[in-house]
């Protein structure tokens, strides 16, 4: 597969923030909530983010320097003051108005207010939470690392959780914020962004109990074969374990008898057929099944 090379250490800021967040995307928004040392409020939504521990439970974020002329943001002045923050998540219903606070107002002026959003006081830290928000995390501020001191240059706000507030009606039935209630939005490069909900939402399963058996099992016959792309192909190396003879002759037997003998005079157009018949098979989550019917080719 032909790249495109760059090295950031020969691109100027204006050239090498974009490649990187065009490039590096979705990103969660950290919609973050301070206030100065006169208890002043402000927000501000930051792209540079993510949990990065349950234990203890961890936070970061970056108010980077602006890259235009290498000034701090407010929200960075503020949690060097007062080393406290809440980070509201952003979901479809509030991304206006998220993207509206993100503009540039005059020192000491609300947020809250030029974006009508609702403040609602905090538990164990001074900034506001926002009402609107769907998950909204109380944070202590446990240091600031300053990566640089150029424009562009990240400034890592590491925060401790001390409090986790969800909205009850994005909790699933399984005491879990629920994806599809949700809702979020994630931040693309230049003015797009990715909402988290419908089709855009999947599942992919885990292998946690065992590993796969791996592409190296896969019959070369299915690994090159056209009807399987990557993902499916992913899909089947991802089985911990290949289905035993009995079984497979069983699904032989059952599921496939007449396919066998519509196709019984035509070995390569029953090999497609086959085939076919995993690729569905996966699109629906029967990996197993997908395994048989592909094994049935060689089963006596």
Known sequence: METITFNPASLEVRELHPLLLDGISPRPIAFASTVDAEGRPNLAPFSFFNVFSANPPVLIFSPARRGRDNTTKHTLENVLEVPEVV????????????????????????????????????????????????????????????????????????????????????????????????????????????????????????????PGVGFDALPDEVRTSALFDRNALAQLAALPELPDETDVNEHKLIELSDLYMELEDDPAALEQALHARAAEELERGAVREAWMTLLAWNAG
Request: net charge negative.
């Open 87 to 210: 980070v509201n998540l952003v979901d479809y219903a509030m991304v206006q108005q998220c993207s509206l606070a993100s503009g540039d107002f005059p020192e000491g002026v609300s947020e809250f207010e030029k974006a009508g959003l609702t403040p609602v006081a905090s538990e164990t830290v001074q900034p506001f939470r926002v009402a609107e928000s769907p998950v909204q995390l109380e944070c202590k501020v446990m240091r600031v690392d300053a990566l640089g001191d150029g424009p562009g240059a990240g400034q890592l706000v590491v925060c401790e959780i001390t409090r986790v507030h969800v909205r009850k009606e994005v909790m699933g039935p399984d005491g879990r914020p629920d994806a599809h209630l949700l809702d979020l939005v994630g931040r693309c490069g230049g003015n797009w962004y990715v909402r988290a909900a419908g089709e855009a939402l999947f599942e992919v399963a885990k292998p946690l109990a065992a």
